[in-house]
């Protein structure tokens, strides 16, 4: 994705989050919110103590995409999990 989106969030105690900036918070909201919309049966796919924070970026990628979209095709989300479970620690 070449450009740059910025997505400011205001968390449940009125403090911003920024997703641009890779943290274990901002991956566990990014993780709870591709769950939230993949409706997956197998939700250990979205436990953040599977990821590594060097993938951030590409997981944000795939969260921005799923978000866009909001409702994805049978394919399309087994392609989503196929990406997952890619970056997925070994």
Known sequence: MTEVIFITLIKHR??????ETPSEENMQHLL???ADIMSVANQSLFDI??????????LKQLHDIVVQKQ???MSETEAFIDELRSIRKQ
């Open 32 to 34: 709870n919110k591709l």
């Open 49 to 58: 103590k599977h990821y590594d924070i060097s993938k951030y970026d590409y």
């Open 71 to 73: 409702k994805l095709t």
């Open 14 to 19: 009125g403090e911003k989050m920024n997703l």
